[in-house]
């Protein structure tokens, strides 16, 4: 057999030998199609490839066939570097189709390695090649599957659509039929709420039956069984799994054979089938051999069994092998967990779960066993847990994508601050609770100020701004706005690679601790307020300057009842005297669970920022209802007591503060009153609104056809407050929306915009609406202008009275000229609105649905005459030069007297 293998060596040789530019491929193929040992083919490959007399297109293929090789024995590192060294060769000889194959390859071999970032830089190289369009679609194939493992959704949905056009041209049903796999388990990695996306496209990969592969049909039965799975629909599951299982059998697959009892055993388990349960588990043990991810899979599973059977310390042993196996590929690993290994990992999304999982584990343990070690050990998984998410959401580059993970994030805090109140770490609560708000805003203001302290080039920065504003002008353009994106993308790779110290400031959020928010926020007449709230479990922390109550408030499914009720009610005027007193029942029973009478005793009478969250933001707390009352007048709204203003976050608000602004100009409104889009009703007040407000002012407005869309973006960058006494309102896709003369100004566009104003003032309805993403916050065209710099933004949670509206906001700027804050302003003119009315027109309604977010305490200096501010230095002046005078003649008569 040797000689054999050696004849057909020395023939393969004396071929190549005897060629310049032309061989036979198929003799270096057949090298390693036989029956010999690894190392005696790599010796042999080895002596070909030191043959000086090869042609370079000779050797770079000999290099690619045996990196490919070497790939498939599982030698990821000699694999690189061969695949390397061909494409060394290719390049000099400016061979780019070869080039492209080779690229091709050597992204396979970084992606299943597990380098993605160095597996996507070689894919986009790839892309960037001219011609072979075959060639680059095979690469967004790959990138979506590169992307789904780091969770950044959104660039695969991008490379899906590019992928999804092309092989519909070209009629290549296969790629087809896998790039609809592909994406069925993106929208599965990204849960429940995507199940319907993954049935569809499920369904399209099943419907390309005669170009479906037995592999194929095996994934598409594998992802059917999870989607039912998570559907519940156990019996529709168990048949998928089944019919995978059977053609795992036939292909002698044991991973998939693996991964398939381990998905039974889970489904049982959910059944209470506890017996059938265990013995699946423990068949995928059988199969898994040395599959570090699947046999953490299966720990991860079998500890759940021993959990439900209340078996804590076998289901602990579990959850430590499933983490170290996927961390370290030991299932006994002594090392300590460490974020630097965590982050780098390929399996850091699987991590991510199974700590946040075994943080839940210890917190059961604990209810079982009341030891406080056991919430040590949970509050020490979710610190962990909350950086590795830090580390995924800032490697991931779309705003979709870092959503996904702000919303996952929500829900490791709200579960981490149950912790801390069990343990009385405030501190760490607090913690908690600035990350669970808003740290999208938090990080575009971070990264605005790290561009400046690592000195990046302005050039840079305004490039870096104008690929946002064309991505925004492009959102109608696919196939623009696909090239728009990854020239983007690539742009900030390459701001981080070289400007080291940017990439490192920019990741570093400014998170208050509890010592510098009592500094920053609580004065003797202040208070703060926090809460954080999704559909089971809410935490609230009420910080004065002599206490600080973290508390849980009860009755959470109801409270989110009553708080969609009270919103309904707040949406209309009051009419009869039934309706007044539906409502305060209802407002005084929201107020005593949100703030019970300990904690409300401590705030009342301060100015009280608040922090809200989850339903809590749809509606104005001021218009809460302190004490039970019978009578319709005189009634005890919350703001009697206390001057109220909100805060997305208290770590953002600090951030906020600390940008410089210089707008040259001080006043800007833009009144329509009437519109091109004839759905829009006229707004008769409006005109005089902002006209009467400017008398104030005497700076610039802009009415009815002038107050257009354009006017509006080319100005709004450079004033100080800007007033916008206009409609706003949600589009079809719940996208808010506000609207000028000619036409709308959306979400996005303001996202794409700069600005410096200190006060941004939008007089129209329900401009603090939008879709609410856990974690973050509304979507609403407020955060649009907090992103795009305003420190301050009053803005409504529903449809306004055009008169009233008039009425407030000319007093709320008058009271401002005065000398009172923001914060202030406004709630001094909802007091003398509520006292100057009577009946119907004291509702809530009118007054309540303006609400100030931002920075409340700034006063800002509205007179803008030109001569003001010369004649005040003048007379400074001249008293400055008078007291000197006087001195000196005091010192002459001084010196004259002794």
């Excluded at 970084?110 to 072979?132: C, D, H, M, P, W």
């Excluded at 699947?294 to 499933?322: F, W």
């Excluded at 959401?393 to 149950?418: C, D, H, M, P, V």
């Amino acid at each position: 057999m040797r000689l054999h293998i050696f004849f057909i060596i020395v023939l393969v040789v004396n071929t190549l030998l005897s060629q310049e530019t032309s061989y036979n491929k198929a003799s270096i193929d057949s090298i390693f199609k036989y029956d010999e040992s690894f190392f005696s083919k790599k010796k042999k490959i080895d002596s070909i490839i030191n043959n000086t007399a090869l042609t370079n297109q000779q050797k770079s293929y000999i290099y690619h066939v045996y990196a490919r090789y070497l790939n498939k024995n599982n030698k990821y590192s000699e694999s690189i570097l061969a695949i390397k060294n061909a494409i060394s060769i290719r390049e000099l000889d400016d061979d780019t189709l070869n080039l492209a194959k080779s690229l091709f390859n050597l992204g396979l071999y970084y992606n299943k390695s597990g380098n993605y970032s160095l597996a996507i830089k070689t894919f986009q190289r790839l892309v960037e090649l001219e011609g072979n369009e075959r060639l680059k679609n095979k690469a967004y194939a790959e990138l979506i599957l590169v992307y789904k493992r780091l969770g950044d959704f959104e660039k695969c949905f991008r490379y899906f659509d590019k992928i999804e056009k092309f092989y519909l041209a070209n009629k290549d049903f296969n790629s087809l039929c896998k790039s609809y796999i592909n994406i069925s388990s993106v929208y599965t990695s990204m849960g429940y709420k995507n199940n319907d996306l993954t049935i569809l496209y499920l369904k399209k990969a099943d419907s390309l039956e005669k170009y479906v592969g037995s592999r194929d049909k095996y994934i598409i039965n594998l992802s059917f069984g999870n989607v039912y799975e998570e559907l519940k629909k156990k019996e529709l599951a168990l048949k998928h799994y089944n019919t995978a299982l059977e053609i795992s059998y036939k292909r002698k697959d044991s991973n998939a054979i693996a991964l398939l009892y381990n998905n039974i055993g889970y489904l049982y388990l959910q059944d209470s089938l506890y017996d059938n349960s265990f013995k699946y588990l423990k068949k995928g043990f059988l199969f898994a051999e040395d599959n570090a991810r699947r046999k953490a899979s299966l720990n991860y599973n079998l500890a759940d069994y021993y959990l439900k059977s209340m078996n804590y310390i076998e289901a602990k042993n579990c959850y430590d092998k499933a983490i170290n196996l996927l961390a370290f590929e030991d299932e006994e690993a002594n090392q300590e967990l460490d974020i630097a290994v965590l982050e780098n990992s390929p399996n850091r999304l699987k991590v991510l779960s199974y700590l946040i999982k075994r943080a839940n584990f210890w917190y059961s343990w604990y209810k079982f066993d009341s030891k406080d070690e056991y919430l040590k050990n949970a509050l020490t998984d979710f610190q962990l847990a909350d950086r590795l998410t830090d580390a995924i959401t800032f490697n991931t580059g779309e705003r979709l994508s870092k959503l996904f993970w702000r919303e996952k994030g929500a829900n490791l805090y709200i579960q981490a601050i149950a912790v801390c109140n069990k343990l009385k770490r405030t501190d760490l609560a607090y913690y908690f609770m600035e990350k669970n708000k808003a740290l999208l805003l938090l990080e575009r203001v971070n990264d605005k100020q790290a561009k400046l302290v690592s000195n990046l080039p302005e050039q840079l920065v305004t490039k870096d701004f104008s690929y946002r504003q064309q991505i925004t002008q492009a959102s109608n353009n696919a196939d623009l706005l696909f090239d728009l994106k990854n020239a983007y993308s690539r742009f900030k790779d390459s701001l981080a690679f070289a400007y080291p110290e940017y990439a490192r400031l920019r990741k570093q959020l400014p998170i208050l601790s509890i010592e510098e928010h009592k500094e920053l926020f609580v004065k003797s007449n202040e208070a703060t307020l926090q809460f954080i709230i999704n559909n089971d479990d809410a935490f609230a922390l009420a910080i004065t300057n002599n206490s600080t109550d973290l508390y849980e408030l009860k009755n959470v499914s109801d409270l989110n009842k009553n708080i969609l009720e009270l919103r309904k009610k707040l949406q209309q005027p009051f009419i009869t005297k039934e309706e007044v007193l539906s409502y305060n029942l209802l407002a005084n029973k929201i107020f005593n669970t949100i703030l019970p009478t300990h904690i409300y005793q401590k705030l009342k009478g301060k100015k009280l920022s608040i922090a809200t969250d989850g339903n809590l933001q749809n509606i104005p707390l001021e218009a809460l209802v302190v004490e039970k009352v019978k009578d319709t007048k005189n009634i005890p709204y919350l703001i009697i007591s206390n001057q109220i203003d909100y805060v997305y976050s208290f770590s953002y608000l600090n951030s906020k503060n600390s940008v410089l602004r210089a707008p040259e100009k001080t006043f800007l409104a833009f009144a329509p009153k009437k519109f091109k889009d004839n759905s829009l009703s006229v707004l008769s007040n409006s005109v005089k609104e902002v006209e009467t407000i400017n008398t104030i002012f005497n700076d610039k407005v802009y009415t009815e056809s002038e107050a257009s869309k354009k006017q509006f973006l080319t100005d709004f960058g450079n004033y100080n407050i800007v007033h916008l006494a206009t409609h706003s309102g949600l589009d079809e896709q719940t996208n808010p929306w506000l609207a000028f003369y000619d036409s709308k100004v959306c979400l996005n566009e303001i996202y794409a915009t700069k600005n410096q104003a200190d006060l941004v003032v939008l007089s129209a309805c329900k401009t603090s609406q939008g879709i609410l993403k856990s974690g973050e916050g509304v979507m609403s065209l407020a955060r649009g202008f907090f992103f795009s710099g305003t420190n301050t933004v009053i803005s409504s949670l529903w449809n306004l009275n055009d008169k009233t509206t008039e009425k407030i906001m000319v007093d709320f700027y008058k009271k401002l000229n005065n000398g009172n804050s923001k914060s202030e302003a406004l709630h001094k003119a909802k007091l003398d609105y509520i006292s100057n009315n009577s009946g119907s027109e004291v509702s809530p309604f009118y007054w309540s649905s303006f609400i100030l977010i931002g920075d409340g305490i700034g006063v800002i200096q509205a007179k803008s005459n030109s001569y003001l501010y010369p004649i005040l230095v003048l007379l400074i002046t001249l008293l400055f030069l008078l007291i000197l005078l006087f001195f000196k003649k005091s010192k002459k008569v001084w010196v004259t007297k002794r």
